[in-house]
């Protein structure tokens, strides 16, 4: 697996992939976004599967597996918006 997978903890920023894998935008095509976030992991579950929300507070019931996340690093760009 990719390099970005790894282990992460409470309160950590990731990345999750847009599920299903491979679905595309129509208004984008093949340039459309494979990430989407950020979001915050909100507990820790066994074998690498991972409770999250959105920055917002909304928490999702489901985990997900690691490998569907990987860390957010904030861009140096967002100040400038």
């Not at 992460?8 to 990430?35: A, C, H, M, Q, T």
């Amino acid at each position: 697996m990719a390099d970005h997978v790894g282990r992460f903890s409470e309160g950590e920023l990731v990345w999750k992939v847009i599920l299903p894998i491979g679905s595309k935008d129509s208004r984008y095509g093949k340039w459309s976004p494979n990430w989407e976030g950020p979001y915050q992991i909100t507990r820790v579950a066994p074998r690498n599967a991972y409770f999250y929300q959105k920055l917002e507070g909304e928490e999702y019931s489901g985990a997900i597996n690691g490998k569907y996340f990987k860390k957010y690093y904030p861009s140096v760009w967002v100040d400038l918006l």
